[in-house]
């Protein structure tokens, strides 16, 4: 992308080379002290070594169920009671004790499954050999099946974060009911109506639907976080102030003008408005209940009403007709917004003028609108009258190392996602959507690739590694008349137990654990239409996967099998 180029320079061969080298190095000599401290019958020796494990009851597998589901509840559920209860941002360390459960349910549960197994007694018999000798190496198998389900559930994780944000963002983009909106400050020189529909004609586009609307930018109440930092975190604070940050206000006429609804809202009263799920309040600020005209000085007191929903004005507020009236009399352009929006008969085709269109909206876009989306003209005033400064402020952002909203890469990743008055156009948001977040997708299946790579790697060489180690075993039941059928069973049963444990559970564990963050990451709590769109996407992932980690086991099966029971010569009496 334009802001992300790639580039092979010399410092990033140098950086993989030093790399290289000290890899190489340790390995030398971690193999120069094995050989130092090792004599000669020792290494001979060494392919019968075992590393046994002791009896193992049967509770283990279902108390290692229990304890992975607990460790997952306190783990994603614990720091939120910390917050929002205690009013504690505990240390990362302090979160990541509550999964431990998890982690020694899942070491726990893979003994069980090593060394008993999960059919019963009868079953345990028939594969007694298989059983004793995956008992024999048992302490490195559930290290090396420890390590693969982790990896594979960091694997799904990363891997789900393109299809999830892809379908989501798709339906979300795809439902709106305008096929364009775009919202200024009033007191830009923005293009107007003739100018939309002279662009229109150049690029063949016909406007059906237009709608317009004004609101008006009002300080809002709110509980403020006093934050004290110390040692074991930090704790907060709420004061109540009656002008903390601001919003935009329609009146109710202008919602029904854009909405198609009919809504009445009682003289007194002041709706939010929330997404069409009626969920994401996070944006929206929450309820209000004094309102403050920041030219005039004025001030209303209002109480909070039923939430509204309408996904394009998430984050606004509707007030009553007269209500609004009296409280906007006086404000100047710099508080006030206009919202346009409209329709084209053909949005499939309407690309080139969507893009010229964006392109026109920022260039009769003034430096003092050139601000991050959380920039809050009332936050802002407070701050400068407290600290001298805010944080969202160009310069700010320049003395933190935080890169800023600029007007010559309108089409970088931080200006499409930022941007305060980022127009909403469902074409180009359609269109582009894979080339403004390519850095994070790039990024999330890298991760997915190589954890996956080194599930890979770690089944089949530990599966080599119990085959080549029970070879001459193998052999000596080929010799005492075992038939291949009940060789190929006991083979099969100990490279199946090292793929398909991991596997599952990790499988299960990893889309259960999304699940739930799907389920509570809003409120109120549940899975959206467009999250459930997402997770049935993820749920295609994991059969394409599974399908590849099936063709893996197959070719390990047949790779074992011919250094064990069809390797007739390698072991001569």
Sequence with gaps: TEEMVLRFDAQAYLFALAFSVFVILMLFLMGWRSIRRTNIIDIVQES???EPIRAVPRW????????IALGGFLGYFMPSFFVKVLHWCAPSVVDALFYLPALIGLYILLLHTVVNGWGGKKKQYRDLISTSMMKFQGRQTVRNMLVMTVLLAGAYFASFYAPMMLSSSGTSVASRPYDYLYHYRCDQDMIGQNDVAQLAQKHNVDITTWVTATGSILGTDGMEHIETESSIGVTYTEEYRELLQSATFLPERAYNA?????????????ANVLDDDGGSSYPSGGDVTHLTNMVTGKTLDVTPAEPLSYTMLLGCYVLDDRDYEAISAGLTGQWQEDYVLFNVTDVEASFPFAKALFYDIVDHSG???EVFYAWDPVARQIAIEETGSYFCDPESLEESGTSSIDYDKPDSTEFRTSWKYMPQFKILDETELVKTMAVFLM???????VCFAAVIVISFTRCMTIGMTNARVY???????APRSYLYRSVKGQVSRVFRVPILVGTILIYAFYTLIMYSNGEPMGITPSEASGMITCLG???????LLYLVYRLTLKKVCSVTIDSKTAFPH
């Design 60 to 67: 283990y597998g279902p108390v290692g169920v229990l304890l």
């Design 443 to 449: 990024l999330f299946i890298f991760i997915a690739i």
């Design 48 to 50: 019968h070594k075992s």
């Design 258 to 270: 854009i909405t198609g609804q009919k809504i009445d809202l009682a003289p007194g009263t002041c």
């Design 475 to 481: 052999d000596d039941l080929r010799h005492l008349g």
């Design 367 to 369: 430096p003092e609108v």
């Design 541 to 547: 992932v994991i059969a394409v996967v599974s399908l």
